[in-house]
Every structure is written in C-alpha cells, then in structure tokens.
C-alpha cells in the first residue's frame, strides 16, 4: 500500500525522529511511504485561536497537496482531528461547500498511526521490541476527538521484552492545549504537575503518547525535575527493534 506521510508541524520543527520512526515502521510492514514536500500546517492552530478565516488558504493548499493519495497517516492525534473536525467547517464558514466537500473526502482517507495500523492494516504486533518499563498518556484530541479507544495500548501490548504499566487518571489532560498553555500558564503548569505525578508513581522508565504536543509538555517538566523518566511517542516504541532499543 502506498501511503502519504502527513509529518505535522511540530514533528517537522523539533520532533525529527517522530516522522522518521513512522516511515521506518510502516516500511517493515511492507508499505510505501511518500513524503508530499509541499505540505505546510494543517491550519489548527489558527482556527483554534479564533483566526478561521486565515486558515481557509491553508485548508484549501492541505486538500490541494493530499487529494491525489488514497491514504493518509499522521503521528498525531491532534492534527488529524484538525483534518476530521474543523477542515470542512471552516470551508463552509468560507461559504465554499465545494472545498468543503474536497475536504471531507481527504479527511475520510486520513488516520492517526494507531488507526491506521489496526483499522486498515490490520495489524496489532508490529514485530517492535522494547526492553523498558512504560506508561501511555491518551492525549485528549486522541480519545475525545477521534476515539482511538484501545488502540495504542492494543499495539503496545505486542511489543517484546516491555513492561506496560497502568497510568492512573489516565484520562486527564496533561495541560498543554497549543495555546492554552501559554494563556493560561498557572491552571496549565497545575495540570502538568498532577499528570507528572501520576507518571512517577508508576515507575515506568518511558512515558509514550500519540502527539508529540503533549510529550514536548510532559517531556519538558520531567526534565526539569530530573526525574530520569523520559517520553518517546508511539511510533519511537514501535518503530524499536532488538538492534534499535
């Protein structure tokens, strides 16, 4: 199967590996993957700061860039709910249903990494292996917005020589929300400390999630705090191998 690889803003600009791991994963699988070089950002974070007119420009060259493929992954559960849930609308709020109804058809062909393993590939192991100790967040947009379920810890599950630990209040948002966090820093930095202790207490050595959004957040107040417990998105677990872990 050949796939397109929507890489993300945040993966391009300072999660690398992320886009490289899925490429790497879903090659061992068998699969084609192509990288359309003129995809830029998706849009989110204007329409979710209010600016949905300034997004239409961006929505239109999306559709434009990713039309022509049959299927399409993002490692991120944020961005695809983007594509899903506001693309569409925000063509509409345009008044260009003709756009929107392009948009709708690119976003029926788009899946976030888990979904795409599970749903179309049919895949649960993966062949990965990754001898550590690890707890996964469910970021929000993830489990609300596209309801992947199971899917990840489904996944996690197969991997050889790891030991999946239960994340308590798994369910909470870790606080970052794009913008949330830099508008409202105190309730943000309140969330993060309630979801870095929960990590803690588990022992894991690796916290894991589907958006590097929430792994940069996370990630940071770890470091911070000197924990040792470090962050890896799920791609980086799955892409592992016994000569790569």
């Not at 600016?51 to 929505?59: G, I, K, N």
């Not at 299927?71 to 925000?90: I, L």
Request: charged share 20%.
């Amino acid at each position: 199967m050949k796939i397109a690889l929507f890489v993300t803003c945040l993966a391009d600009a300072i999660a690398p590996q992320v886009g490289k791991a899925t490429v790497a994963l879903l090659e061992r699988l068998g699969h084609e993957v192509v990288f359309p070089s003129a995809q830029t950002c998706c849009g989110q974070m204007h329409v979710n700061t209010g600016y949905q007119r300034e997004a239409v420009p961006l929505v239109r060259h999306h559709v434009e860039v990713f039309e022509p493929y049959d299927v399409v992954v993002a490692p991120s559960g944020s961005c695809v709910g983007s594509v899903r849930h506001q693309h569409a609308m925000v063509a509409r709020g345009a008044g260009d249903d003709a756009l929107a109804a392009r948009a709708e058809a690119v976003a029926g062909r788009t899946y976030e990494l888990s979904e795409l393993l599970v749903d179309v590939l049919g895949v649960e192991d993966v062949g990965a292996y990754f001898p550590h100790r690890v707890t996964y967040h469910p970021t929000c947009h993830s489990l609300r917005m596209l309801r992947v379920d199971d899917k990840p810890l489904r996944l996690l599950r197969h991997v050889r020589g790891m030991t999946l630990l239960g994340l308590p209040a798994a369910d909470q948002c870790c606080g970052f929300g794009g913008t949330f966090a830099v508008k409202n820093a105190d309730t943000s930095t309140a969330m993060l400390a309630d979801k870095m202790h929960n990590v803690l207490s588990t022992g894991a050595e690796v916290a894991t999630a589907g958006d590097a959004s929430c792994l940069m957040h996370i990630g940071g107040g770890l470091s911070r705090l000197k924990t040792g417990t470090r962050t890896l998105h799920l791609a980086e677990i799955l892409a592992a191998t016994e000569g790569t872990a």
